[in-house]
């Protein structure tokens, strides 16, 4: 994948311390499936059953009752084209083509998602992190040379998070992390974490304009 060697920077500093425009898009509601995941399970897949003139959904490995079909029905599945991210008092969804990766450390619990150009940090530290600690502790990694940085407020959904823009270029790459502070029903805070690697005209890329759009649509904290 194009951005794995920048998402490892980017984590170190933890260690250390939209083509929907153009078609009708599906939308279930996940709430109607039972799905239990302990805090480093990987979401299922949703598979869509199409007949003429219904769809029907079954989660992966989960048995569920299969309505009757009329006869002579054309019938089609396929894979949903999102999965809900779920752990964490936070909930989203996101492309199911990401890879997904749970680290859960005495001192964080760090749950990432990758696309190509595209990666979601989802951060519960143990020991309380603000925001600009982290955006200084990456800034320590870059190099302050290479790196600029503006607050920013942010309306995901029904949620306004405030956080911080880092910029940066090294060695030729644009990036583009905007961090954010999540705080929980429960007052519990979290970070999290959208990183972009721009074109070579520095504007975000087409796969971050496609997955902020979904969870600007689905994102809810519980």
């Known amino acids: 994948m194009k951005n794995s060697s920048i ?4 984590s170190i500093c933890l260690f250390s311390q939209t083509s929907c425009e153009h078609k009708k ?3 279930i509601n996940f709430k109607d499936f039972e799905i239990r995941l302990s805090k480093d399970e990987e979401p299922p897949l949703i598979f869509e059953l199409k007949t003429e003139n219904e769809t029907q959904y079954f989660v992966e490995n989960q048995p ?3 309505k009757g079909l009329a006869n002579k029905s054309e019938t089609t599945i396929g894979v949903y084209e999102w999965k809900l991210f779920p752990h964490n008092n936070i909930e989203f969804e996101y492309p199911r083509t990401y890879s997904f990766e749970a680290k859960l450390s005495i001192t964080n619990d760090i749950w990432t998602l990758s696309g190509n150009d595209f990666t979601i940090m989802v951060i519960r530290p143990i020991v309380e992190m603000d ?6 502790e990456m800034i320590s990694q870059f190099g302050q040379s290479n790196c600029s940085t503006k ?5 995901i959904n029904s949620s306004k998070l405030n956080g ?6 090294l060695a030729g790459i644009n990036l583009e992390l905007n961090v954010f502070e999540v705080v ?14 721009l074109t070579q005209a ?9 997955t902020m759009e979904r969870i600007k649509q689905t994102f809810k904290i519980n």
């Not at 929980?184 to 690697?197: C, P």
Request: proline share 0%.
């Open 7 to 10: 998402v490892l920077i980017a």
């Open 25 to 27: 898009e599906s939308k």
């Open 64 to 66: 569920k009752k299969w």
């Open 131 to 136: 925001v600009k600690e982290y955006v200084d």
């Open 151 to 155: 607050e920013i407020t942010e309306q």
């Open 164 to 169: 911080i823009k880092l910029s940066v270029t």
């Open 184 to 197: 929980d029903n429960n007052g519990k805070k979290s970070l999290l974490v959208f990183q972009d690697s």
């Open 202 to 210: 520095k504007e975000n890329s087409k796969e971050s304009n496609k």
